[in-house]
């Protein structure tokens, strides 16, 4: 389908290091989400977003909703950060989420 | 108060066998979500349900899948005559409002992993 992309698929970062990842989708949105999954499959929702920016502690969510794009980002990172890092952006006329596949990161002390 | 929570948190089946998996979403969230997540993939849509209601079955991968949630809170999927290729994580979401109308946060549950030998 490749309705939604995500860059890098996987990233390896020291500790303190700023951390992106990008998420492009080809769909129409009206929002779209940013999800943390540990291993284990417990999906958290960081964010859910519709326009320009949002923040929570050391993490930034950003959209475009123009050029279809999302980045989140994350300052300061900390091992406690390692997971899959999942753009679901939001179709709205069917009203269920589509995934993208995920970003694994992994943050070495 | 309670998340979102699934059992059996672990199933191991023979192909062919029958398996129910069930979630119990936050009390009164009105939308309902099943996904399935193949190992290494992102979760995809599998059905929805406002209230009773099924709106959307449009993910379910064949007829061996069934979904219901007859009085508006607990949802049960049920995969008849498994397949090896039914191996997964299944995840189900809950949301307080009517999706199609507005963005709203969903909560997930733990997932149920279903392997099929």
């Known amino acids: 389908k490749n309705e939604v992309e995500q860059s890098p698929q996987n990233l390896t970062a020291q500790e303190g290091e700023f951390i992106t990842i990008n998420c492009s989708y080809s769909?129409?949105?009206?929002?779209l989400h940013w999800l943390q999954q540990h291993p284990g499959g417990g999906i958290v929702s960081l964010f859910m977003?519709?326009?320009g920016k949002k923040k929570h502690g050391r993490l930034i969510a950003t959209i475009n909703i123009q050029e279809k794009h999302s980045s989140l980002h994350i300052t300061a990172s900390h091992p406690r950060d390692s997971a899959v890092y999942i753009c679901?952006?939001?179709?709205?006329?069917?009203?269920?989420?589509?995934f993208g596949k995920g970003t694994k990161l992994s943050v070495k002390p | 108060g309670a998340g979102v929570s699934q059992s059996p948190r672990y199933k191991v089946a023979k192909r062919g066998q029958d398996v129910a998996l069930r979630c119990d979403p936050i009390?009164?969230?009105?939308?309902l979500f099943w996904y399935q997540q193949a190992l290494g993939q992102g979760p995809e849509f599998l059905t929805y349900?406002?209230?009773?209601?099924?709106?959307?079955k449009s993910g379910l991968p064949s007829d061996r899948f069934f979904a219901e949630r007859p009085e508006g809170s607990v949802s049960t999927l049920k995969i008849q005559r498994t397949q090896q290729e039914d191996s997964a994580v299944y995840l189900c979401?809950?949301?307080?409002?009517?999706?199609?109308?507005?963005?709203?946060?969903?909560?997930f549950g733990p997932g149920t992993r279903l392997t099929v030998l």
């Open positions: 979401a809950s949301s307080p409002g009517l999706a199609g109308e507005k963005a709203d946060t969903q909560y």
């Open positions: 769909v129409g949105i009206s929002a």
């Open positions: 977003l519709s326009s």
């Open positions: 679901a952006p939001w179709s709205g006329s069917q009203g269920n989420l589509i």
């Open positions: 009390s009164g969230h009105v939308s």
């Open positions: 349900f406002q209230n009773e209601a099924q709106l959307d």
